[in-house]
């Protein structure tokens, strides 16, 4: 079935500087998904992307779809404190209604 | 807040139990989707309807059981429980089914039940 993984499973890093998170997919994707979920929290919903080669940008945040619509990818620039959190992607297959969530990538900025 | 509801937050039963997770999607949301979270893991997809009708299936045990209402709240529910049935169950709910289009399904989440299986 389809999965998807995403690299790294962890990330430190110091105020200031930069993160990325990829996600790949076993399966060709019709759509992709990035959620944010703060220690504690639930899911919210940050970005949608549908076509291949798509990017979009939130302020500091840019996410990236590839162009054989297989992988992902969410790029932080100098991150801050509030940024902390696990990040997911979740890709819904051709032909498919469920999203599969990603191994989710947690991300701790030190001040 | 999400609008999304989920009712109760925090439950503790013991082993070969079962019990019943409860939730009421955004006004408006037709479709709902039922997520497991274990301590520090990602979340796995278990079950999704779809005003009524179920859609799609993930991993969901045989133990497991769900439904959505005609008033489409939805219900989880989790029998003979287990130990390694703890964890952090999500509801989430959307306008759109995402079949035929990616157009209004981003999924909005409640706070989850927190289920202690000892």
């Known amino acids: 079935g389809q999965q998807v993984m995403q690299i790294p499973q962890y990330q430190h890093v110091q105020e200031g500087e930069d993160f990325t998170t990829y996600c790949n997919s076993s399966t060709t994707l019709s759509n992709i998904q990035w959620y944010k979920q703060r220690p504690g929290g639930h899911p919210v919903f940050l970005i949608q992307l549908v076509k291949s080669g798509e990017v979009k940008k939130q302020k500091r945040l840019t996410f990236q779809f590839g162009e054989a619509k297989k992988n992902s990818s969410l790029h932080i620039t100098a991150t801050q404190t509030t940024d902390v959190g696990t990040y997911f992607c979740?890709?819904?297959?051709?032909?498919?209604?469920?999203?599969?969530f990603g191994t989710g990538t947690r991300l701790k900025v030190l001040a | 807040d999400s609008g999304v509801t989920q009712t109760p937050k925090h439950l503790i039963t013991a082993t070969g139990q079962r019990v019943t997770l409860r939730c009421s999607p955004r006004?408006?949301?037709?479709?709902v989707y039922w997520y497991q979270q274990s301590l520090d893991q990602g979340l796995q997809f278990l079950i999704q309807y779809y005003n009524g009708e179920e859609r799609a299936k993930g991993n969901i045990l045989e133990r497991f059981s769900a439904q959505q209402f005609p008033d489409l709240h939805s219900e989880l529910n989790l029998s003979s429980l287990e130990l390694g049935d703890s964890a952090l169950y999500f509801c989430?709910?959307?306008?759109?089914?995402?079949?035929?289009?990616?157009?209004?399904?981003?999924?909005?989440f409640g706070q989850g039940t927190r289920l202690t299986v000892v």
């Open positions: 979740a890709g819904r297959g051709s032909g498919t209604y469920k999203y599969i």
């Open positions: 006004s408006g949301d037709l479709s």
């Open positions: 989430a709910s959307s306008v759109a089914l995402g079949g035929a289009g990616s157009l209004n399904t981003e999924a909005f």
